[in-house]
């Protein structure tokens, strides 16, 4: 692999290495395959050229989303399913298929489509990594997104009143899937044994998300709970895996978090913060108060005071000039 | 829409598996000398496929607007069967309808063997029906040709225009959520001989049987014979798919097979 190429994604958060089932997608086969990449979390989705991550740099060309990275690995010799046997690696097609038509519409819906989750949660993950102007117009990109998506997988329109969804359908789908999956899983290291295949990276992409993410209304959540495999699947995979890309936006200030409990919310809102919020803040402040001295007329005070003090001192220079 | 059918098939089943299949079950399906497509004609033969393995009575009642009485669904939303009280589209919920009468052929698999067939019956729907759509609709000249003038047959002049724009509008939709609008036709030819191998691999794996599992005809069958004997006959002016599944001799001594069985059609050629 080409030096300097690296693969481009979101940053993630609740310990995953990323917040999107596309980008998740994409790590897996890399780190699946022990690809020798860098991984650049911390990317600006609007310089992919779609305006979308993933993407993959190797020097000055760009290989956007999961099936244009597949495809360069696949070439540089990096295929996901090359340790299967025939009949795996068919299976392995199957039933990522399935598992697609099972679980995407209950995924894009309940991220995106669902009101309150997307207006509490998701909408914030999306803006919060993206830069400033676009962040207010960035998100909604993926709801329209997924607004086809519910339309065609599972019949109904999200712009429509909300006792108008049918939301049980994509429910009860998704969760006949998980229960088929920890079947199958068993107890197994992968779904097929003891190598990877493509199978375990969209399995992994997607029951991880849902599993972590901390949305007002998720029913799927719960119920991988119930299935042990699958979250020591997901468990696992996370540790082993992508021990250097995880990212919690909390995890900094666990230690802390034990003796603040005598403050305000909003106070702690603020100790958990980044520290360049904190600077920022901390200027922020400092200007706030001399813009309030100010209009106060503080400085003139001070500087009348000064200059009545010096005008003193210049008259009894003078004074003793003119002794002198 | 999906949620009647799913509480449908919820609340009923039950009393489902006393009653006996009605003896006016009716299907219906858009004009097939005029107006059907490919992919509607492709997911029509496998619903029939389907019941005649079952053994099970049913007439086919030819409607010009079939698509615009169908319940929903997520490919076609073709055909639709009316059964007693009960209205189902597309191949899954009639099959669900169908075992919750316990007609089904198929109820010899073990639950693995089941699990593994669904995934197989998933691929086959979402593969060929995308490449199905594909050529129909984002192919010029098969769309000119052939998909608007048919898809408009049945509605006079400015309706047929609204109608295949609309029709367009959605089959390219679905193409783009199934992540199929940004492919060259290589591609879809490369994806449509992927899925041919993984069933062709399947057939060979029991070489006694006609059958892709063991002795006896399941859903995998029917759902594989509909769109392969579809695209096989279907004459368009770009023949890349049939050319493409034609390369698997197994997959068409197959489909020879099922028609002789169950058709008597016979307008596959040697």
Redesign the interface.
Known sequence: MQLGSKLLVYKGEWGLPSIDFECMRALCLLRFTRCPMDIETNANPLRSGAGKLPYLQIGNDKFIGY?EIKRVLDLKGYPVDAHLN??QK??S???S??VF?QLHAYYHYFLYGDPHNYDTTTRGLYAKRTPFPFNFYYPSTYQREAC??V??????DINDKLEKH?G??LV?NAKKCVN?LS??LGRKVWFFGDTYSELDAIVYSYLAIIFKITLPNNPLQNHIKGCQNLVNFINRITKDIFRNECYSSTKLTKGSSYTDSTLTPSERKFVETELNTKIVAGVGAVLAMGAFAAWRGLYTQLTRSSADYDGVDYEDDELEEVLD | MQSSQYLNQLHTADKLSEEPWPEDATLYQPFEAEQILLPENASCLAVKAYLKMCNLPFGVRSCANAEHMSPGGRMTKLPFIRAGAFIFAEFEPIVNFVEQKDMAIGSWQDEDEKADMRTYVSLVENIFTMAELYVSFKNERVYKEVTAPRNGAVYPWPLNLMQNYSKRRNALRQLKVYQWHDLDIEHVIEKVAKCCETLEYKLKESPDTPFFFGDQPCELDAIAFGHLFSILTTRLPNMALAQTVQKFGHLVTFCRFIDEKYFQMRCLQD
């Open positions: 099936k025939t009949k068919h299976l097609t199957t039933y298929n399935w038509t086809d998506v339309q065609v997988l599972g019949g109904f049918d049980d359908y009860v088929l079947r199958k």
